[in-house]
């Protein structure tokens, strides 16, 4: 299932987010755009939150939704629900969606400071732009055609870069060192799985699951899961399936793909590698630069690429790496301020220090 770009408008209360999306919902639809609006409500009723979803209805989004967990029930679809799924349900006609608040979601955001509390940007990185704020990129608060212009500009490149392309989470394995199926991992009470799901889904536009069948708790209801098409082959055989599944259309298609063990994993990361994608080479690989290692578990892989894996799958390949080296894939230097997000987890002692670090960042 196919879902807009998503791009959430944070800050304070009384920061003036409402009136910002009045004001730029209009100048992107006179370029042609259909923008949908979703506003975050915690402690409204439904009647009150109402109200600012028809001014945004009036200012030409469509829809225009207020959403919590008194705001919205539509087709089993609740308020609460993932923003993600809300944006499936309902906004899968629309070329871009804004949403009001979600601050803890993994979308890109831009964030908005009260006019008599200006701060800093802070440290979240899907933060991209800062009106108000005292450092980082930003513009005044009342330049919304620098807003609207910055907006055109950040969904020019999603466009680009979810090209023929469908996010893959691998979740097969036997994880025999943790001992329980590493899909069910989690972090600050989050599903690992479901939150690479929405990583994926935002820059693919569409996600898949493959490997053993998944528990669908916290996990988007719009990616779907595909079992390994032959069981045992390991992740490359997991890559094989998800490649076939994103090509069954007819119209050959990359896959991102992203091992559900690797909880650190950001929307930085994945721009960046997705950024440095070579369609002509058979795939596309980070490196490590802490370990100097190929990382083929975060990668992108080209749909031509799926006869030559099936070949070495027959001749008894089982270890990604042994593919990449005759291959010829694409090798992607990845900064030293990234290699964090490449950490994948196989104990439970290695799950535990990595739940201490990412809940003490925040993640």
């Known amino acids: 299932m196919l879902v807009p770009p998503v791009l959430c408008v944070i800050g304070p209360s009384g920061s003036g987010k409402t009136l910002l999306l009045e004001r730029l919902i209009p100048s992107l639809a006179a370029q042609g755009l259909r923008v949908a609006a979703i506003k975050h409500c915690q402690h409204v009723d439904a009647a009150a939150s109402g109200k600012d979803s028809d001014r945004l209805a009036r200012a030409g989004a469509a829809p225009a939704i207020a959403a919590g967990p008194n705001a919205l029930e539509v087709g089993g679809c609740r308020g609460d629900a993932l923003l993600l799924d809300l944006v499936a349900a309902f906004c899968r006609d629309c070329d871009l969606v804004l949403a009001e608040g979600y601050s803890r979601s993994v979308h890109d955001k831009v964030l908005l400071f009260h006019p008599e509390r200006p701060g800093r940007g802070g440290d979240d990185p899907s933060v991209r732009l800062v009106i108000g704020g005292g450092e980082g990129p930003q513009v005044g608060r009342d330049d919304v055609e620098t807003v609207a212009s910055w907006v055109l500009e950040w969904l020019r490149r999603r ?3 979810r090209k023929a392309l469908v996010g893959a989470v691998l979740a097969g394995g036997g994880s025999r060192r943790m001992g329980w199926d590493k899909s069910a991992l989690t972090i600050s009470g ?14 693919a536009g569409e996600v898949m699951i493959v ?15 595909h079992p390994d098409a032959r069981a045992g082959l390991g992740p490359l055989g997991g890559i094989a399936t998800a490649l076939r599944v994103a090509s069954a259309g007819g119209q050959p298609r990359a896959i991102v793909a992203v091992a559900c063990d690797m909880p650190a994993v950001g929307g930085e990361l994945l721009d960046f590698v997705l950024a440095g994608r070579d369609q002509s080479a058979p795939a596309t690989v980070p490196i490590n630069p802490a370990t100097g290692r190929l990382e083929p578990l975060l990668a992108v892989y080209e749909a031509p690429a799926l006869g030559s894996i099936e070949a070495a799958l027959e001749a008894g390949t089982r270890a990604v790496r042994d593919w990449l080296a005759p291959a010829g894939a694409h090798l992607l230097a990845v900064p030293d301020r990234l290699a964090g997000q490449l950490e994948n987890v196989n104990t439970p002692e290695e799950l535990e220090a990595a739940r201490r670090r990412l809940e003490a960042n925040g993640t």
């Open 159 to 161: 466009r680009d870069m």
């Open 190 to 203: 989050r599903r690992v799985l479901g939150r690479l799901c929405e990583l994926l889904a935002d820059r």
């Open 211 to 225: 490997g053993g069948a998944p528990d669908r708790r916290d996990v988007p209801v719009c990616a779907a899961w």
